[in-house]
DNA sequence: TGTACATGACTGTCCAGACAGATTACTAAA
DNA sequence: TTTAGTAATCTGTCTGGACAGTCATGTACA
């Protein structure tokens, strides 16, 4: 058997992209990763073909963390409202603590160097959220709207709340409450 | 007098970039903006010291047209949800007519080529609007929380609905309305 | 006729990815 | 247990192309 390819030192890349994209945007020398992961330039690309395989790998990798987060010691038996702000709470623990992989993944949501593919793959992740909001959706005053303009709706106010709790930590607790709040007088 | 600088040339670079910044990104060479404008590449930097100063003008452009194409018509005397709804179907109007350069804003907004101050500009220029929503916020369930997150939810549910409203441009006119009442459920 | 704009070839820099040689993990025969 | 063999990874230098911005020359307006 050759020398194998250690799945640690393709964490360390994609730990190292994460902190370089957050200070450097996506245009980042591949060089800069490399040296952060403590690895040489050409070794990267025996992990990752391209540079933008490398990015698609990555929003994977963070869009699968943050699906895995929310779900977290999830109230099967709670209802509805509960289980939803569960997992706000949740998304919300998550952006302070890791505000990082939070900015990394906006980068590269925005970006176009993600392909569709991996966009559906990500999607496919969420799915048990998505089947969660539908519940709420198909009950609610957006009963007639169609799913995918809700989606983007949850994940907008999701997004604004977590950027509010980074900006002003203090009231993390507070600014969490109130956007799911915002949500689900929108929704419910 | 020596040779004027053409108005109508500025217009032509800033109008090639919004199409160019649309299908290539903000990555796109400078060569094929002027291009694009019917200039040569050297051209281009008379009229902007450089690609960012390009980019920020562009910003500041765009915001401008979408800030006064919100407040056209304005019925000074209606209430206030009825003055909120106008506005918002000027919005619609205007995604509708120029989605190009929504898309084009819309890549500079997530940029960081937009300096602070360039973005500050841009609010001064949302000013009317930002006062119109404070009113509303302060007699409603939102009165609390900080206008700044208020601002940002407002902007995510317009975004997501104008989104929305090009996708699906047979139910626009239903797709504006649900984004509206959205929006009004959540802070009135 | 002076002054500033217009042009497009050119330059210096940057960087993704290739490559050639060194190194390593593992196997299997001795 | 040692040793030779193998097939992969690792390294750092190198290269080819792309691109922002410059500049010398030409041109148009007042």
Redesign the interface.
Known sequence: MPRPRSDDKRNRILDAATRVIVTQ?L?APTMGIAKEAGIANGSLFTYFETKSELFNQLYLELKQEMASVAMKDFPTEADLQDQFFHIWRNWGTWALHSPEKRKAL??LT?S?EITSETRIAGHRLMSAIGELLERVRSAG??RK??M??VI??MN??A???M??MIQ?PKHAKN?CK??V???W???A
């Open positions: 945007g245009s906006a980068q925005v176009d005053p957006m709207v169609p995918s303009f983007t709706l907008s106010v997004d604004a709340t950027d509010q002003d600014h109130n956007g709040e915002a949500l007088r929108m929704l």
